[in-house]
């Protein structure tokens, strides 16, 4: 079946740094979300991504959806304290109801 | 977006029972999901809950272990059945009000002894 593979899998950064991460797919998606879980809740939905070579952004977070429709990154600027917790990319599978399939996430550590 | 909470937030459960876990969405949503995520994993689809019907559950889950109700738009349960240690996890229900999006609820923490 299809699978999200999301790099790294763990960031340790100094606040104030800047912090990329990515998916990609060995087949094509329509549609890109990333997601961020705090400890003990659920995941909360940062962006999504509808259209091949969109960038949006959210506050100091921009996602780009790749133009080969294959791929996906999230970029963090001048990262804080709050921003700690796994980022997760997921992206609905062609023709299969709606249902998404997850990265294995991104776990983000952020030094003060 | 949607506001999904779950209850109960965590529990405690004996091997060889069964928990049920509610699932409620503060407005209407077209669909309605159930994950499963295991300590330091990902999230995996266990079943696609149908307003009114059986649910559809993905490869590696059954009915008979999982199984799913959901009496309208905004509600489903999750039974989690013949409980043992490896079914320890976080349970999470979804809903989405359209085809790509989904919004989450806060989890089920859920240990098996």
């Known amino acids: 079946g299809q699978q999200l593979n999301q790099s790294p899998q763990s960031m340790f950064i100094q606040e104030g740094e800047d912090v990329s991460m990515n998916c990609t797919s060995s087949?094509?998606?329509?549609?890109w979300l990333w997601y961020k879980q705090d400890p003990g809740e659920g995941p909360v939905l940062l962006i999504a991504?509808?259209?091949?070579?969109e960038l949006t952004s959210n506050g100091r977070l921009t996602a780009q959806f790749g133009i080969t429709r294959k791929d996906s990154f999230l970029n963090i600027s001048a990262s804080i304290p709050s921003d700690v917790g796994i980022y997760f990319c997921?992206?609905?599978?062609?023709?299969?109801?709606?249902?998404?399939?997850f990265g294995q996430g991104t776990e983000l550590s952020v030094k003060p | 977006s949607a506001v999904i909470s779950q209850k109960p937030s965590r529990d405690i459960c004996q091997r060889g029972t069964s928990l049920t876990i509610q699932c409620q969405v503060d407005?209407?949503?077209?669909?309605m999901f159930w994950y499963r995520q295991q300590p330091g994993q990902s999230l995996t689809l266990i079943a696609t809950?149908?307003?009114?019907?059986?649910?559809?559950?993905e490869s590696g889950f059954v009915i008979d272990k999982f199984p799913i109700s959901r009496p309208n738009l905004t509600f489903s349960t999750l039974t989690v059945s013949n409980m043992s240690p490896e079914d320890s996890s976080i349970y999470l229900c979804?809903?989405?009000?359209?085809?790509?999006?989904?919004?989450f609820g806060p989890g089920t923490r859920l240990l098996v002894l």
């Open positions: 087949s094509i998606f329509n549609t």
């Open positions: 979804s809903g989405s009000t359209s085809v790509e999006t989904q919004y």
């Open positions: 991504l509808y259209k091949a070579g």
């Open positions: 997921a992206g609905p599978p062609y023709n299969q109801g709606g249902k998404l399939i």
């Open positions: 407005s209407q949503v077209t669909m």
């Open positions: 809950a149908n307003q009114g019907s059986e649910a559809t559950y």
